[in-house]
């Protein structure tokens, strides 16, 4: 009987123990160039990891090696750390951003290496660990190929979700990180409300040919044309590289459009928020919850500046009779726009790059109907960025 229990007992610490696995670590994209004069290079890490008991994992990595011709020429302490609680039995995808400087005697090094150097993170999230790489590959000035390292989009305002009145005028921005010199071609693409609930049918609005040309880490700026505001109701609007092709998911922009009609006639149904609680720091995985309200195709999630005054909250939750996101001498930072079957999300890593350490925002949730229609909104919450 003694045997049994230390057998049991062993099975069951194993179980227990077996939480969490890293299986794979790929970086985005595989290769990135080098140029002779040195400079910054972006990878993005896709960690991908899965639990078998619940529990919240640290996924992380202390350091990166630069590796050339199998020997390690330089290690450096940057960590890169992430806190979550995954589904159990569900792969969760982690992503890590990063500059990672290279000087001219590194750059050196590499070109001389033949082509044969890479960077390597080693990430673990406690009981398993996956080890990614990422070729360096030595350029020479503006020549090579084109490459593009990384498209960030928003709204001519610099928000990430927009609401607007019917036939505003509204344009996305591009932001392009590349290097080496070529054509860029892409299209800018929307799809309007009826076919995000049937099918995605995406419809061109223009075509792009811009000539780069860049001796080191190159950036561009391109606007698009007006976007379509005439239909009420939810859009979406993308920029889409056809040559180069990336190696990463290209971004998405979304914005409703209001019916033309005049604000304040009629008082904003409350909306019930539970999470996050007062006193709970944002990071990414900050989850938001709230009640569902009748009629809402989606919700947006709304982060603000904290504006001045000794009692802000009392102001801004006064009286919500205007239905536009400017309703509030708040200024919009960033905010988020989900289905209206979803009653709960993270901003899932986006935002931070938006916030300021140390800083205090106010936050909201809002129903929106099929039409655009503000529908309900919860009062204004503070929250902060440590």
Do not use: C
């Not at 999230?125 to 084109?146: E, K, N, P, R, Y």
């Not at 976007?227 to 979304?254: A, N």
């Amino acid at each position: 009987m003694k045997n049994i229990t230390v057998v049991l007992f062993t099975l069951l610490s194993l179980t227990l123990s077996a939480e969490a696995s890293v299986s794979s670590v790929t970086a985005v994209p595989s290769k990135v160039t080098v140029l002779p004069t040195g400079g910054g290079v972006s990878v993005t890490w896709r960690v991908v990891h899965t639990i078998s008991a619940p529990a919240t994992t640290v996924t992380s990595s202390p350091s990166y090696d630069i590796i050339i011709n199998g020997l390690t020429v330089l290690t450096v302490s940057k960590s890169l750390s992430r806190t979550t609680t995954p589904t159990v039995g569900v792969p969760e995808t982690l992503t890590f951003s990063e500059v990672i400087p290279v000087s001219v005697t590194l750059a050196k090094q590499i070109a001389k290496g033949g082509n044969n150097a890479r960077i390597q993170r080693i990430f673990n999230d406690g009981l398993g660990a996956g080890t990614g790489f990422a070729q360096l590959i030595a350029g020479g000035g503006a020549s090579g190929a084109l490459n593009i390292n990384r498209i960030e989009l928003s709204f001519e305002n610099g928000g990430k979700t927009n609401v607007v009145g019917q036939n505003s005028d509204l344009r996305a921005v591009a932001e392009i990180n590349f290097v080496s010199r070529g054509l860029l071609q892409a299209e800018w693409r929307v799809i309007d409300s009826p076919s995000i609930r049937g099918g995605q049918f995406e419809r061109r609005l223009s075509q792009v040919r811009r000539q780069l040309s860049s001796s080191g880490n190159g950036r561009v700026r391109l606007v698009s044309p007006k976007l379509p505001t005439g239909t009420t109701g939810l859009h979406e609007v993308k920029l889409v590289l056809i040559d180069p092709q990336t190696q990463f998911t290209q971004p998405v922009l979304r914005y409703y459009v209001n019916p033309n009609s005049t604000p304040g006639l009629s008082r904003l149904s409350p909306l019930e928020a539970f999470r996050p609680v007062e006193g709970v720091p944002f990071n990414s995985n900050t989850v938001f919850d709230w009640h569902p309200v009748a009629g809402a195709a989606a919700y947006q999630i709304e982060l603000f500046d904290l504006p001045g005054g000794k009692n802000p909250l009392n102001n801004l939750n006064a009286a919500p009779l205007i239905v536009s996101p400017f309703d509030t001498d708040a200024e919009l930072v960033v905010g988020k726009i989900v289905p209206g079957t979803q009653t709960s999300s993270t901003f899932a890593g986006f935002a931070e790059k938006h916030l300021l350490h140390g800083s205090t925002y106010l936050w909201r949730i809002r129903a929106i109907s099929s039409g655009g229609t503000v529908l309900a909104q919860s009062d204004f919450r503070k929250i902060l960025y440590p």
